[in-house]
Nanobody, 126 residues
Framework: QQQLEESGGGSVQTGGSLRLSCRSS????????MAWFRQVPGRKEREEVA????????TIADSVQGRFTISQDNIKNTLYLQMNVLKPDDTAIYYC???????????????????WGHGTQVTVSS
């Protein structure tokens, strides 16, 4: 069972940057897609902010388009989320997830991820 561990969260001021990392215990290249989600404490819904397929194609949510970038390093078995021009609305717990379902290619937005990290807190102050 693949284990995922996020790091890189912290507290920054509006306009600042952070880079989140998600290290996999397995071979990250074996995943068909990986994603970053975020969840505001106290809210039930979890927002998908970025997806990357194993061929390098990415999808970024409208809410973070132009500010967040998702990438992965197959040698380091690590997924990244570069977050720039951070806003207070970006405050949340950020989770990485991985999937090996073929739905990654046909309908990435409906993928049920089978591996999740425990999350890392990002706090943006005004």
């Amino acid at each position: 069972q693949q284990q995922l561990e996020e790091s890189g969260g912290g507290s920054v001021q509006t306009g600042g940057s952070l880079r989140l990392s998600c290290r996999s215990s397995g071979n990250i290249a074996d995943n068909y897609c990986m994603a970053w989600f975020r969840q505001v404490p106290g809210r039930k819904e979890r927002e998908e902010v970025a997806i990357i397929l194993d061929d390098g194609r990415t999808t970024i949510a409208d809410s973070v388009q132009g500010r967040f970038t998702i990438s992965q390093d197959n040698i380091k078995n690590t997924l990244y989320l570069q977050m720039n021009v951070l806003k207070p609305d970006d405050t949340a717990i950020y989770y990485c997830a991985a999937s090996v379902t073929l739905r990654c290619y046909s309908d990435p937005s409906s993928v049920v991820y089978n591996a999740w990290g425990h999350g890392t807190q990002v706090t943006v102050s005004s």
